[in-house]
C-alpha cells in the first residue's frame, strides 16, 4: 500500500505479532468491567491461543526513532510530489520547452559578432594587378597570434575589380560600413523583444506585391525531381521561387523554365562575385535573367561588401536587383529549424532536449535555403506547392550536380518533418501562431 494511504493497515496474522490496534485497546472499559461475561479462552482463525486475561499493564509497541523518522520523510516526499509535479506528461509543456530552446539562436550571436567586428576594425585596399588590368581589392581585418603579438592584418575576403567602375577605397569602406550599421541595427532591433513571427504580414510587401500571390511554386534542387516530369506544373504558377542559381537548361521537363524570384544564400553571392566582378557590370549572378530579382539571406556580413561590388558596376542594361532579405524573417526561420531539429533529437535518442548540443555545433548551425525560401512563401502567397523537397533511396543530393552527402551544417531530415506539418497539421507548427491575423495557407508537398 502506498506511503501516506489513510486506510487502516493491513493486519498480518501471526501466531506472536499483529499489526494493527494493541490487544490492550480490545479490553473493555472499566465502567463496563464488572459486568463482562467471565473470561474464556478464544481461538484465533489461525489456531493459536491468545488468553483475553492479560495483565491490564501491557505496554503498546512503538516505533524506533529511526524508523518513525523514515516514514515521516518519505509521507512528506510523496506529498511534495503531488503538490508540485505534473499528474502525466504534458505536451504543452514539452512544446513550450523546445519553443524556449529554439528561441537562442547561438549562430545569430555568432553573426551578430562578425559584423560588429567588421563594422569597428576592418579595412579596404586594392592595388593594381600585374600589367594593370584590374584591381585586386583586399578586405581585411586586425588579429594576434598571441595576447602579447602585435596586431597584424588578416584578408578577410578578395575580389578582383575593374579600375574605373568602383570608387576609391575611402569611399568603398564608407558604404560598407553603412550597410554593416543597417545589418546590426536590424539584428539589434529583433532582439529586443520584437515579434519576428510578424514579418509574416509584410513580405508580399518586401516583395513589391500590394497583395499575396494566388499560386506559388518553391523548386527544390533534390535529386528526387530528375524523371519526375512536373516541369510543366512548375510554370503553371503565379510565382515561381528557385533556389541558390541551380541550372534549368537540360532538365526544364523535370524543374520548369520559368523563374519569378531567385533565392540565394550569401555565400551563393560571394562565389558568384569572385568570378565574374572584374569581367560583367554587375556581376553575372543573374543566370535567370536581369529581370529576375535575387532575395539573399546573409550568412556571412562580409558579402555585404560583394553586394555593394556589383551593385557599384552595375549599368542600366546590366542592372543588380537584390534584395537582402528581413531580419525577422531570419530568426524566425532559425527558431523554426532549431525547434524541429530539438524535437527529433528527443523523439529518436529518448534524451533531455539540453543534450542537443552534443550532435550539432550550436554556432555553425543553420536553416536551408530551401526553408527559408518555403517561409517567404507561406507569407507571400495564398498557396504554395513545394517541389524537390523529399528524397529517395540512391537519388543525388541535387539534381543538378553530382553531390550525393547532405551538409552537416543543417538538419535535413527535421526540416522533412516541417514540410509533412505544413501540409497535414499546420496548426502544429511553432511560432507562426505567433504572427498576428496569419494562417497557415494550403500547402502541397509533390516531393
Not at 63 to 69: E, H, I, R, S, Y
Request: net charge positive; with cysteine; proline share 8%.
Amino acid at each position: 500500500m502506498p506511503v501516506g494511504d489513510p486506510a487502516q493497515p493491513t493486519r498480518i496474522t501471526s501466531s506472536r505479532v499483529a499489526v494493527g490496534p494493541a490487544i490492550s485497546d480490545l479490553s473493555p472499559p472499566p465502567h463496563l468491567a464488572a459486568s463482562a461475561a467471565p473470561a474464556t479462552p478464544t481461538t484465533p482463525t489461525n489456531g493459536s491461543r491468545i488468553s483475553a486475561t492479560a495483565p491490564p499493564e501491557m505496554k503498546r509497541r512503538h516505533l524506533p526513532p529511526v524508523l518513525f523518522l523514515l516514514a515521516l520523510s518519505l509521507l512528506s516526499l510523496s506529498f511534495r510530489r503531488h503538490l508540485f509535479l505534473p499528474r502525466g506528461p504534458s505536451p504543452y509543456a514539452a512544446d513550450a520547452l523546445l519553443r524556449r530552446l529554439a528561441a537562442t539562436d547561438v549562430g545569430g550571436d555568432q553573426v551578430l559578432s562578425e559584423a560588429a567586428a567588421l563594422f569597428a576594425n576592418a579595412s579596404v585596399s586594392s592595388f593594381p594587378s600585374i600589367g594593370n588590368h584590374h584591381r585586386l581589392l583586399y578586405l581585411r581585418l586586425p588579429y594576434r597570434s598571441n595576447a602579447t603579438s602585435a596586431p597584424r592584418q588578416r584578408a578577410v575576403s578578395r575580389l578582383r575589380v575593374p579600375f574605373q567602375a568602383l570608387p576609391s577605397d575611402e569611399s568603398l569602406l564608407a558604404a560598407f560600413r553603412a550597410s554593416l550599421r543597417s545589418f546590426l541595427l536590424a539584428r539589434r532591433l529583433r532582439r529586443r523583444g520584437t515579434n519576428v513571427a510578424a514579418v509574416m504580414g509584410d513580405l508580399a510587401g518586401l516583395l513589391g506585391r500590394p497583395r499575396r500571390f494566388p499560386t506559388c511554386a518553391v523548386v527544390g534542387n533534390r535529386g528526387i525531381l530528375l524523371g519526375s516530369g512536373r516541369g510543366a506544373q512548375i510554370d503553371a504558377h503565379d510565382l515561381v521561387i528557385r533556389l541558390n542559381n541551380a541550372r534549368v537548361a537540360g532538365y526544364a521537363a523535370d524543374v520548369g523554365a520559368r523563374t519569378s524570384l531567385s533565392f540565394v544564400n550569401s555565400n551563393i553571392l560571394h562565389y558568384c562575385a569572385v568570378r565574374s566582378a572584374i569581367t560583367t557590370p554587375g556581376c553575372a549572378c543573374h543566370p535567370y535573367g536581369r529581370a529576375v530579382p535575387m532575395a539573399m539571406y546573409v550568412c556571412q556580413p562580409a558579402h555585404l561588401l560583394d553586394a555593394l561590388i556589383c551593385n557599384s558596376t552595375a549599368t542600366p542594361a546590366s542592372p543588380f536587383p537584390l534584395l537582402v532579405t528581413d531580419a525577422r524573417l531570419d530568426a524566425l526561420c532559425a527558431r523554426i529549424a532549431k525547434y524541429y531539429s530539438l524535437r527529433l533529437f528527443v523523439s529518436t535518442t529518448g534524451e533531455p532536449p539540453s543534450n542537443w548540443t552534443r550532435r550539432h555545433d550550436e554556432r555553425y548551425f543553420h536553416y536551408s535555403s530551401g526553408l527559408q525560401a518555403v517561409v517567404m512563401a507561406l507569407g507571400a502567397c495564398d498557396e504554395v506547392s513545394l517541389f524537390g523537397f523529399g528524397k529517395a533511396a540512391g537519388a543525388k543530393h541535387h539534381y543538378h550536380t553530382n553531390q550525393k552527402k547532405e551538409l552537416d551544417l543543417h538538419d535535413y531530415e527535421a526540416e522533412y518533418q516541417f514540410y509533412h506539418d505544413l501540409q497535414a497539421r499546420p496548426e502544429a507548427v511553432p511560432f507562426l501562431d505567433e504572427a498576428p491575423g496569419f494562417k497557415v495557407q494550403p500547402v502541397k508537398l509533390y516531393w
